[in-house]
């Protein structure tokens, strides 16, 4: 199992530009979610999603887009890149169920915007 | 004041010694919590979970006093490879599970 895949791994985008982070579970995990993560602020939630077609806001919703069309995938969109949005993205997926679980994270995308 | 607070550290310890970190949440309605590790520029990884009775996995034995509101994450015999920062989740329910992460705590193991 390759467990929570994320691309790119870095990348840099100028101001007002658009671009799309990916992330690839194969756990058959319910619930994804994407966090970003600041110096100083811990990791606060972006978006998330409880299954196929589901998803909602999470702290910093504003300047990005989610959709999840399979269980496997959970695609986070950048609408128009801004340098507040400078940091490292991690997407994470766990079951579902009565009792809380553990997320598993990806290894990240540390995105500068210039 | 923060859902989950935690003493950014450093802490600074010989190899071998014992090491306790403090994790203090808001929300006496939060029912779960869980340590992670995070090594630097890697990804966040589930060290282990907090019961109500403690519990133990090797050298590392969490706590949670639900009275004083904390959690606590204890080291022993501490390895150079135990580098890294620590995180505490606080986990309340209100409708979907709500995961509050602390900012962690950095541990440096000195040889």
């Known amino acids: 199992n390759a467990g929570v895949t994320q691309t790119p791994k870095f990348q840099v985008l100028k101001t007002g530009q658009s671009m799309t982070l990916q992330c690839a579970q194969d756990?058959?995990?319910?619930?994804m979610s994407w966090y970003r993560q600041d110096p100083g602020m811990g990791l606060r939630l972006i978006h998330y999603s409880v299954g196929a077609g589901i998803t909602d806001q999470g702290e910093v919703p504003n300047g990005y887009n989610v959709s999840r069309s399979t269980t496997e995938d959970f695609p986070l969109r950048l609408l128009s890149a801004a340098p507040s949005q400078t940091s490292v993205y991690f997407c994470a997926s766990r079951p579902p169920g009565t009792v809380a679980t553990g997320y598993t994270f990806g290894s990240g995308t540390r995105l500068t915007v210039v | 004041r923060k859902e989950v607070e935690q003493d950014p550290g450093p802490f600074n310890v010989p190899e071998g010694a014992t090491v306790a970190f403090n994790c203090t949440y808001s929300?006496?309605?939060?029912?779960?919590f869980f340590w992670y590790r995070q090594d630097c520029r890697k990804e966040p990884k589930l060290l282990m979970s907090v019961y109500s009775s403690g519990n133990e996995d090797g050298r590392f034995t969490a706590q949670l006093n639900r009275a004083s509101q904390y959690i606590s994450l204890l080291i022993r015999d501490s390895k150079l490879s135990d580098s890294a920062t620590y995180l505490c989740?606080?986990?309340?329910?209100?409708?979907?599970?709500?995961?509050?992460f602390g900012t962690g705590t950095r541990l440096k193991v000195l040889a």
């Open positions: 756990m058959n995990h319910e619930y």
């Open positions: 929300n006496s309605a939060s029912q779960s």
């Open positions: 989740v606080v986990i309340s329910t209100s409708g979907t599970y709500k995961y509050i």
